[in-house]
Structure formats: C-alpha cells, structure tokens
T-cell receptor, first 114, second 110 residues
Framework: DSGVTQTPKHLITATGQRVTLRCSPR?????VYWYQQSLDQGLQFLIQ???????AKGNILERFSAQQFPDLHSELNLSSLELGDSALYFC?????????????FGPGTRLTVT | GEDVEQSLFLSVREGDSSVINCTYT??????LYWYKQEPGAGLQLLTY?????DMKQDQRLTVLLNKKDKHLSLRIADTQTGDSAIYFC??????????FGSGTRLQVQP
C-alpha cells in the first residue's frame, strides 16, 4: 500500500458525459501528479500540482482539467468523454515538486467510456 | 527529445536471474527509476539510481547504469513466481514529470 488513495476504482459512463476522479496523496506529500495509462499510448503524464498550484503540464487534453485543494487532495475532471478516453488513470504523489523525488502511485481508476 | 525504450517480454525459470533492459535518450536525466506493476494494481516503486552512480544493490535487485550508452538494467536474483509483473523504467529529467518506457512483461515459469 503506497498510501495514495484514489476513488472510484471503476467508472463506466457514456460518451459526452463528464466525470471527476479523486486522489488523496500520502500524508506529508505536497505534490500530486496525474497519469493516463492506455494500451496504445502507454503511461503518459498529464499534469502536476504542487501545494495547490499547477506546476507542470504534459499531454493533457483541453477537455480535461485538474485542481488541488487546500487539504492537498486533487481532482481530475474529464468532460465531453470519447471512447478513446477509456484508460487507467493514476495519481501519484511526492514530497516535493522537484526532480529526484520518488513518486508513489495510487491503485488507479479504470474509466470505461461506452 | 525524451524517449525510453524497453523490450516487451522476458521469460525466465524460477530461481534464475532476470535482467530487464532499458535505454533512454535524454542525457540530462538525473534519476532513473524502476517500477513494478502487477495485474490490476498500480505502480510500485522498486528502486532508483542517481545518474552519478554506476550500480545500486537492494536485496535481490541490482541496478546498473551505463551513462555513456544511456543504458539501464534491472537484475532480479533468484527470480520467484511472485516477481511476474510488468516492469517499467522511467527517467527524471528535471522537468518535474517522469517519462516511462512501454514496460517489460516478466513471466516466471515454475
């Protein structure tokens, strides 16, 4: 158990809908990262927050957004969902936002868009 | 550019050593990581190595880094059936996100 929690574990929804994925980092970690894992794209970095502020952006679509709240939990919002958005979404956390910090991953949320 | 490559599959017999290889292209990588993913689970951090090191040993795991060739390897001694999983290498270039390889599926045969 990494100490990072994600809810829900599974989510099934229809195209065009909007969903929110939630992540709670390990106690004491200030940085949260979101990754998408799919069969064709592999594991791709989406976005990072550090202590409530956006720190880095990766291959995140405009239909997707995220935020980190004062209690440090984070939410990833996915809207206008398409079939291709079906994937595993992971959240990871680390103590700081800089390099050389181990990232600890949550168990993931499996999103299925039908 | 950033690119991390791994072979897709490795099969070994229980008790043998496994060697999983990874190549990366960004010479500014400062930390390199190995993660393990079991079916239906998240990624578990196994070990990491700082770029000024050549080798790091942690129980059954040995990480070798050849900076000149940008080659990283993970050796698992006395491989067990519980080691069957997908292993990902990842590089940290200081851009605050990890770049992952495509993963190597390790199959351990009894």
């Amino acid at each position: 158990d990494s100490g990072v929690t994600q809810t829900p574990k599974h989510l099934i929804t229809a195209t065009g809908q909007r969903v929110t994925l939630r992540c709670s980092p390990r106690s004491g970690d200030l940085s949260v990262y979101w990754y998408q894992q799919s069969l064709d794209q592999g594991l791709q970095f989406l976005i990072q927050y550090y202590n409530g502020e956006e720190r880095a952006k990766g291959n995140i679509l405009e239909r997707f957004s995220a935020q980190q709240f004062p209690d440090l939990h984070s939410e990833l919002n996915l809207s206008s969902l398409e079939l291709g958005d079906s994937a595993l979404y992971f959240c990871a956390s680390s103590v700081s936002g800089g390099e050389g910090r181990e990232q600890y991953f949550g168990p993931g949320t499996r999103l299925t868009v039908t | 550019g950033e690119d991390v490559e791994q072979s897709l599959f490795l099969s070994v017999r229980e008790g043998d050593s496994s060697v999983i290889n990874c190549t990366y292209t960004d010479s500014s990588s400062t930390y390199l990581y190995w993660y393990k993913q079991e079916p239906g689970a998240g990624l578990q951090l196994l070990t990491y190595i700082f770029s000024n090191m050549d080798m790091k040993q942690d129980q059954r795991l040995t990480v070798l880094l050849n900076k000149k060739d940008k080659h990283l390897s993970l050796r698992i001694a006395d491989t067990q059936t519980g080691d069957s999983a997908i292993y990902f290498c990842a590089e940290d270039t200081g851009r605050r996100a990890l770049t992952f390889g495509s993963g190597t599926r390790l199959q351990v045969q009894p």
